[in-house]
């Protein structure tokens, strides 16, 4: 009996190793599923939710990025710059100085070499701002040292991340002169080849969102917080799903491709009249170009439970109308906070041509609208004089001596193959008709006179009036 005893003891402990096993085995199998789950949902787009960051580059593009990221959570934010007075550190941002060596701790000013080159120096590092992100959408002023010259450097270090690249891009008022239009005009021709996709907003079309009594602090926040807006419109569509769903793939395949420029813009209306209003709303945004033909478009159109088929085709037309043989991607959502408002966010690419960029750039020497401002300004500023005509006063000369004879003008005839030449004068003292026949040589000697005269006149109409005018007493 002795001896079964422990017999019996190994049996039992025996019996009870597979059911750990078991256990241990379901366990496995349940956490697979789940991450299968998990995978295939994010495969499908249902629960995947894309990395996006927001770099400014220099002092223009670094304060537009520090004012979003206080409003905007759902993307992580990052500042660039060589200057540090303006890396004045907020909570949620990420703060990048660089080229110490080379500005000491001070802006570029307008030097884009330079700008470039400090960059360049820390290129690994700015490649390190890209990692584990789907989305990066630069900001820089352009006309600047840094926001021209040290971006370009940011989009080659973001070249090979295989992410999604956005530009927004600020351009020189009027007043700030031709030498940062004619950077400003450069930099983006050659940022828009590198970028899926670009925005640019002239400051000039600040005036069109504000009035006399708007203070400029205020002035350059209302563009922020149009640009806040249609971003985190952007990320809520392809963040939160819909009754038909925009996901990531949906953006990808409309922000895909180079050098495209882009319209963003998101407007809500409420009451009666709120489809027309919001129609009119989402596709004038005073901050861009008016003249936009899109070649691929996104939408969405949210409403509450009371958001009619009707409203959302009537919507539908209108933005599709743009351009009918545009490829055109929608989504419908409802969300329990819009009670009888209708929100709409717009995304429009096309591959517009480098001169409709540069329209709210007029850089003087280039165009023909410079051309015919050049003859404005001088209708303007030079006095009108009458000009004596050297062929009108020979004809007057002629009538009061008549000795004196015209020269003739030869279309095609050298004045060396002419002999002699019939010169036909006006009516002498006796009132008949009197004709006399020259000489080649005395003919060309006439001519040189007459050349040498109409010189002097041209040099002469070449001058200004009040420096011609100068010298006479």
């Known amino acids: 009996m002795k001896k079964n005893k422990p017999k019996t003891k190994k049996k039992a402990a025996v019996a009870k190793k597979p059911v750990k096993k078991i256990v241990k085995k379901k366990r496995d199998s349940v956490k697979l599923k789940k991450e299968q789950v998990v995978n295939s949902q994010q495969l499908l787009g249902e629960s995947f939710k894309p990395k996006i960051k927001v770099i400014g580059i220099g002092g223009g593009g670094g304060s537009i990025v520090s004012e979003i990221g206080r409003s905007l959570e759902k993307a992580t934010f990052a500042v660039a710059d060589t200057d540090v007075r303006f890396l004045k550190k907020r909570q949620g941002i990420k703060y ?22 400090a960059a360049e120096r820390e290129k690994e590092k700015i490649a390190q701002l890209f990692e584990g992100q789907d989305i990066v959408i630069f900001v820089a002023c352009l006309g600047g040292g840094l926001g021209s010259g040290a971006t370009q450097v940011f989009l080659e270090a973001a070249k090979d991340f295989g992410g999604i690249t956005l530009g927004i891009f600020t351009l020189p008022f009027k007043f700030e002169g031709n030498n940062k239009h004619r950077i400003a005009a450069k930099a983006i021709k050659e940022l828009r080849s590198a970028l899926n996709v670009s925005i640019t907003i002239p400051n000039e079309r600040i005036f069109k969102v504000i009035d006399e009594s708007t203070a400029i602090v205020e002035a350059f926040s209302r563009v922020n917080k149009s640009l806040i807006e249609s971003l985190e419109s952007l990320i809520d569509l392809i963040q939160s799903p819909g009754l038909i769903n925009i996901d990531f793939a949906d953006l990808r395949s409309v922000l895909k491709g180079n050098g495209s420029l882009a319209f963003l813009n998101t407007a809500e209306a409420a009451g009666k009249d709120k489809v027309d209003k919001v129609i009119h709303d989402v596709l004038h945004n005073p901050l861009y170009q008016d003249n936009f033909t899109p070649e691929k478009v996104l939408f969405n159109i949210e409403g509450g439970k009371n958001l009619s088929m009707f409203e959302v085709d009537k919507i539908s037309k209108a933005i599709a109308e743009k351009n009918p043989k545009a490829k055109i991607i929608f989504g419908i959502s409802k969300n329990p906070k819009y009670k009888n408002k209708i929100k709409t966010t717009l995304l429009m690419t096309s591959a517009s041509s480098f001169a409709e960029v540069l329209a709210p750039i007029k850089i003087k020497g280039k165009g023909k609208d410079v051309q015919q401002s050049k003859k404005e300004t001088k209708k303007q500023v030079m006095p009108k004089v009458k ?42 003292s006796q009132g008949q008709k009197k004709t006399i026949r020259r000489s080649a040589l005395e003919i060309k000697k006439e001519e040189e006179i007459e050349k040498n005269k109409k010189s002097k006149q041209e040099e002469e109409w070449d001058i200004p009036a009040f420096l011609r005018f100068k010298k006479v007493k």
């Open 96 to 117: 990048f100085l660089f080229g110490r060596e080379l500005t000491h701790g001070l802006g570029t000013g307008l030097n884009i070499d330079l700008a470039r080159e």
């Open 387 to 428: 000009i004596k005509n050297p062929k009108k006063e020979k004809i007057k000369n002629e009538k009061k001596s008549p000795l004196v004879n015209p020269i003739p003008v030869f279309a095609n005839t050298s004045v060396e193959a002419v002999s002699v030449q019939k010169i036909e004068v006006a009516h002498d």
